[in-house]
């Protein structure tokens, strides 16, 4: 949203451009609606002078610095009523952990960068970077330019410790608690009582102890790893171990205590195994640290997950890693990432836009199955095969942006069942025959190619 900065004795922001204000109106203090009808005000500090007019782009709340030389005050506060508290999607967007938009860039801007954006600062937490270099998103951009680059911000808990987030309720006081410690793990129940400890020698295999907890509410459960020490959140089909009703053995019955959970942020010991977080139906956010593992269907059917922040250092998203997250809306993949698992976002409805790195070679079975808002997707130039259901019912899919100069191999055509009939599909000059005539693609007949 372009606003023009008025800066008035240390006392205006306004827009003149989209609104009647006049000069003596923006002295006066006013506030002035924008050309959307939101209302913009704002205060500046420093020192005095006469009024400075300058160009502004203005994406979020926040404060702004003027350009140099400009004969005005800096910073600039700006308050714009109704908008979100995360700047507006671009072609590369920063995202934290919890899916809020920090930094926002057109390509050009991207290209121009001479280094990333600061990370950002949370208490309990230290910011270890982001999951794509400066590089690699230069590179992106060259390889891909249809496609926004999502960056995600990785973190690990200031004192290296693991904090699960519950709460709990009357009549279901007393989980069991699963872990599968290579070592000793101490457990603070955060409820003031004295701490357990669980000890194992496999990533994989679950020790569990039990807590009954006084009253209902919200607690922290806290987890320490001894030196040398790592412990893996794993789970079974239909169950994850993390808070459970029958201490790891049984399934459905577990759900009333994976529901307990609201957010996890996981310390240098702690990793993600398979089923681990599966039927957390009100986990909210989870804070990931780099080179931490992802297994498989670790975060199946976690209903209230908005965003997730894959971690560098991965190449491969495991099977159904993410199938039925339906709240999910973004996700950030790392440069790395060169395969992408059976069903990992199926039933990812909330999805409305996902990056597929340049490196990623194949689209595996029921990949992007159901993800209704899918609005747009480019695959890249890489990829040799798309498996069965794949877009199977996406229904908002406007665009498809294929950059292989050969067709991908398409193994059955209800990779496509169901894309709507006005999503063009944009295939590289020179190529447009062999798309229209490829196995198992799109009918010709029904739906618009376009060379780009």
């Known amino acids: 949203m372009a606003i023009n900065k008025v800066v008035y004795d240390g006392d ?3 827009d003149l451009t989209n609104d009647t204000a006049t000069a003596s109106d923006v002295a006066s203090g006013k506030t002035f609606h924008l050309a959307d009808g939101t209302i913009a005000t704002g205060t500046a500090s420093g020192g005095g002078g006469a009024a400075t007019i300058e160009a502004l782009t203005v994406t979020a709340n926040g404060t702004y610095t003027a350009p140099s030389g400009v004969d005005g005050y800096s910073p600039v506060t700006v308050n714009v009523e109704g908008g979100g508290a995360s700047a507006s999607q671009s072609d590369v967007n920063f995202i934290d952990y919890d899916g809020t938009i920090l930094y926002s860039y057109t390509a050009s801007e991207a290209q121009s960068l001479t280094e990333l954006p600061a990370n950002p600062s949370h208490s309990g937490l230290t910011a270890q970077g982001w999951n794509w270099t400066l590089a690699q998103i230069k590179a992106q951009l ?6 926004p680059v999502w ?3 990785m973190y690990v808990t200031s004192d290296d410790k693991t904090r699960i987030y ?7 006081l007393a989980p069991y608690l699963g872990l599968c410690p290579k070592g000793t793990v101490s457990v603070d129940w955060g409820d003031g009582s004295s701490t357990d400890t669980l000890t194992g020698t496999s990533l994989t295999s679950a020790k569990t102890v039990q807590h009954t907890y006084a009253s209902a509410g919200d607690y922290v459960i806290t987890l320490t790893a001894a030196s040398g020490t790592t412990f893996a959140f794993c789970g079974v089909k239909n169950a994850a171990w993390i808070l459970t009703k029958a201490g790891g053995t049984a399934a459905y019955v577990n759900r009333v205590y994976a ?6 942020e996981l310390g240098s010991a702690a990793r993600i195994g398979n089923y681990a977080f599966n039927y957390c139906y009100n986990l909210e956010s989870i804070s990931i640290h780099s080179a931490c593992t992802i297994g498989t269907y670790a975060f199946q059917y976690c209903y209230g997950l908005t965003h997730v922040t894959i971690p560098s250092g991965l190449t491969s998203i495991s099977n159904y890693a993410f199938n039925g997250c339906y709240a999910l809306a973004s996700i950030t993949i790392p440069s790395g990432v060169t395969s992408i698992g059976a069903n990992a976002f199926e039933y990812c409805c909330a999805l409305a836009s996902i990056t597929i790195p ?3 070679t194949s689209i595996g079975t029921y990949v992007f199955r159901n993800c209704h808002s ?3 997707i480019t695959i890249p130039s890489g990829v040799t095969s798309i498996g069965t259901y794949a877009f199977n019912n996406c229904y908002g ?4 942006h294929f950059l292989p100069t050969t067709p991908p191999t398409c193994s059955n055509s209800n990779a496509w069942t169901s894309i709507p009939a006005d999503c063009i599909i944009y295939v590289p000059s020179g190529t447009l025959s062999a798309y229209t005539s490829a196995t198992n693609y799109p009918s010709s007949s029904t739906y618009t190619y376009s060379e780009e």
């Open 12 to 14: 205006t922001l306004i």
């Open 142 to 147: 060259t390889a891909m330019p249809d496609a």
């Open 151 to 153: 960056v995600g911000q």
């Open 166 to 172: 519950c709460r709990f309720e009357d009549g279901r």
């Open 259 to 264: 529901a307990a959970v609201r957010k996890i």
């Open 358 to 360: 340049s490196g990623v």
């Open 374 to 376: 899918l609005a747009s």
């Open 397 to 400: 899919l406007g665009g498809i």
